[in-house]
């Protein structure tokens, strides 16, 4: 992620003053008593500061064998440190060779993996330097590195979650924005062309009369309805009783039967439903007629929803949806089986020619 990017130039820079630090009490203690093998090891981590400083700024190569070589490095060389130093090991304000160098995996570590890898990776190199100080009884210091080690880890690997947590929030927040003004774009074009079209005929099968006044009524109906769709804000939180939503469809050629208790279920879950059941009766009426009645039943138990859509009419012949389908006419594939499809549920269609089709919608409560 783009958020981890100055974590890691941290880092680097740390490694770098670490060195520098390290270098430094070299030279200050002329070497120790193997100065040939003390700047060895110095040559080792410097080496290793340029290669992690580069493996560590491409985002391929921050995988497990890079953590797990840039531990084991640092272990290598915290541990040569009682072979450099000789005798002067454990004098008053000694620290090992690598001094301060020593955290940079434990923070490559908390950055990676957040505050528990951060603390795993600080218990192995408290282990090592654990080692070094019993040797030569410096408990003391032994519990201040080890707890500014488990800080580091921890805390590092706290705020490095935290900063993650926070950019995938921005990123949401920035897909919803484009989604929102996609849904004001097309709300723009629709209002300015399929609305108008449907009002003109609602307003001309109502002055014709006859069979274009039924359809002028549909017309106004789905206008209606295209225009809450659009003028509806993002999907509602929260919980709604989906026979609320339900018994809206009922009419004198729709009967809506419901539990007595309310069927509460996320709202969103909820008006997807809803929508999916309104599909199948615009169905029912494009193609069973206008006299044709339809039977809504709603059930609930063992832990599911099931909801079905029944007609009296003629049915649906042998390969008509999959014709359908093929024509580009998607009313049952995408807005009844895709919404609940979606919604982790699943949709089955029984229809016998002259006895009509019913739809079953069964969802996870």
């Not at 024509?327 to 995408?334: E, T």
């Amino acid at each position: 992620m783009a958020i981890e990017g100055p974590f890691w130039r941290a880092i680097a820079v740390f490694r770098i003053a670490s060195l520098v630090y390290a270098a430094a009490l070299m030279a200050q203690y002329r070497g120790y008593e193997h100065p040939a093998l003390g700047w060895l090891v110095i040559g080792v981590m410097a080496l290793w500061t340029a290669g992690a400083t580069f493996a560590y700024s491409a985002e391929s190569l921050r995988r497990w064998p890079l953590l797990a070589i840039d531990l084991l490095v640092t272990m290598a060389c915290l541990l040569a440190s009682p072979y450099v130093e000789g005798a002067s090991q454990g004098a008053q304000g000694t620290m090992p060779v690598p001094a301060t160098w020593v955290a940079g995996p434990v923070l490559a570590w908390a950055v990676h993996g957040g505050r528990r890898l951060g603390a795993v990776a600080a218990a192995v190199v408290a282990t090592g330097d654990l080692w070094l100080r019993v040797r030569t009884h410096e408990a003391p210091i032994l519990i201040n590195g080890a707890v500014l080690l488990f800080l580091s880890g921890v805390v590092v690997g706290h705020v490095a979650r935290l900063a993650r947590q926070a950019e995938e929030r921005m990123q949401r927040a920035i897909e919803m924005e484009a989604a929102q003004r996609e849904r004001d774009r097309l709300a723009r074009d629709i209002h300015d062309s399929v609305l108008q079209v449907l009002a003109l005929v609602q307003r001309r099968g109502r002055q014709i009369g006859g069979e274009a006044a039924e359809l002028g009524r549909l017309a106004g109906e789905q206008e209606a309805a295209l225009r809450d769709l659009i003028t509806a804000g993002p999907p509602a939180s929260g919980a709604t009783d989906l026979r609320s939503l339900l018994l809206r469809y009922g009419s004198p050629e729709v009967t809506v039967s419901t539990p007595a208790a309310p069927l509460v279920l996320p709202a969103a879950v909820a008006q997807e439903t809803a929508a999916a059941v309104g599909a199948a009766l615009d169905n029912v009426r494009a193609h069973c007629g206008p006299g044709a009645r339809a039977w809504v039943l709603v059930e609930s138990g063992d832990g599911t929803v099931t909801v079905s859509i029944r007609d009296d009419g003629p049915g649906i012949p042998d390969g008509r949806l999959d014709e359908a389908l093929a024509d580009g006419r998607m009313g049952v594939s995408r807005s009844i089986r895709g919404r609940v499809a979606e919604l982790g549920g699943e949709v089955s269609i029984v229809s016998v020619p002259g006895q009509g089709t019913e739809v079953e919608i069964t969802l996870p409560a």
